[in-house]
């Protein structure tokens, strides 16, 4: 049993967080994570209350262990926030936020509903920051992570940085896909890491099917960190596939598919270099949409049940971290 300050704090039995991974980021998901032991995450990003609400307790309905909600801000204009973040804190035990400076405000606002306060960063600036606004934890997020990325050096400098800067539980983001990987953050001290890429494949993230063949095709060389999906949020780099850059860029035409809202059935454009996760909902020229991706891609090998990911990558990272343990067998 891997147990840190994190998995104390939070109340799990593996050091491992579900990254909110945009629309994949659904109830089941979060619940079938929360259920093998992680901290499952939901992503309420720009939804209204009662949306926050209902998408939570859909969760809580499947599980019982920890379900965070995250904020997006990048994509939200933070002072709309606060009554989605009071609907999210009233039924999450962990409210998660990424891209705005850390804000007091908001991590007050968490507090005062009961839940604890999470803010991932990319700089030991930004992570004394969320230290100073009261956040309970941070993630430290290196260059090799697969989405958009305020990290801008890799993970094992940052995190080392972090360590000594906050006295906080720090998950490591990035890079991370394999126990050996898992094993590597636990051992220069991280409390546990947070996980996107791998759970994309997951059976339970809904991710567009042609999308998950690709990330398992795919080797850390094939991703790339680069600011071309910025039809609506300039200047924000992300990491994906070079090879959904160059069916973008390749694209002719300004609507490159569709998306239909699963609740009610709204049919919405995807228009060419438009930031969206590309989900079991969206139809058209799939290769020419963001395929978010991390170096950690190379774990990903196949479609599995999420509960299979979580025990693999906490099995092998387990067995590794006790063959280096004082007293054990070379
Ligand atoms: C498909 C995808 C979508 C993501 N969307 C978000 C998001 O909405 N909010 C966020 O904080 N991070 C997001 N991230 C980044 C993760 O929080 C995390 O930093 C990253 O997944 C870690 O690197 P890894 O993908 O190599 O595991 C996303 C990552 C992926 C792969």
């Known amino acids: 049993m891997l147990t840190t300050r994190f998995t104390e704090l939070v109340g799990c039995t593996v050091p491992i967080q579900q990254a909110p991974i945009g629309g994949c980021a659904n109830p089941r998901l979060a619940a079938a994570v929360a259920e093998a032991g992680g901290l499952g995450m939901v992503s309420v990003t720009g939804d209204p209350p009662e949306i926050v609400a209902t998408r939570l307790d859909q969760a809580r309905q499947l599980s019982a262990g920890p379900i965070g909600a995250h904020f997006f801000l990048l994509m939200i204009d933070p002072a709309s926030a606060p009554e989605s973040v009071v609907a999210a804190a009233e039924r999450a035990p962990v409210v998660d936020f990424f891209y705005a400076n850390p804000d007091p405000a908001l991590v007050d606002i968490v507090h005062a509903a009961g839940a604890l306060a999470s803010w991932q960063i990319g700089s030991v600036e930004e992570a004394r920051a969320a230290a100073d606004a009261g956040c309970d934890f941070v993630i430290a997020q290196g260059i090799e992570a697969g989405g958009h990325g305020r990290g801008q050096i890799g993970l094992l400098a940052l995190l080392d940085a972090v360590l000594s800067a906050v006295d906080l539980p720090v998950l490591a983001a990035g890079g991370i896909g394999t126990g050996r990987t898992l094993a590597a953050v636990l051992a220069a001290g991280a409390d546990g890491a947070r996980i996107g890429t791998r759970f994309v494949a997951a059976e339970e993230a809904e991710a567009h099917p042609r999308y998950v063949e690709a990330l398992i095709a795919s080797r850390p060389e094939d991703t790339v960190r680069s600011d071309t999906f910025a039809l609506d949020y300039p200047g924000a780099p992300h990491r994906a596939l070079r090879s959904s850059i160059e069916a973008a860029q390749a694209f002719q035409g300004d609507v490159v598919g569709e998306f239909v809202d699963p609740t009610d059935g709204t049919r919405a454009p995807v228009r060419r270099f438009q930031k969206l996760t590309i989900t079991r909902h969206v139809s058209g020229a799939i290769e020419a949409m963001p395929h978010w991706a991390?170096?950690?891609?190379?774990?990903?090998?196949r479609v599995q049940p999420a509960a299979e990911i979580v025990r693999e990558l906490a099995g092998e990272a387990?067995?590794?971290?006790?063959?280096?343990?004082?007293?054990?067998?070379?």
Request: hydrophobic residues 30%; aromatic residues 0%.
């Open 294 to 301: 991390g170096e950690s891609v190379r774990g990903v090998a």
């Open 318 to 330: 387990e067995r590794l971290l006790r063959r280096c343990s004082p007293g054990s067998a070379p």
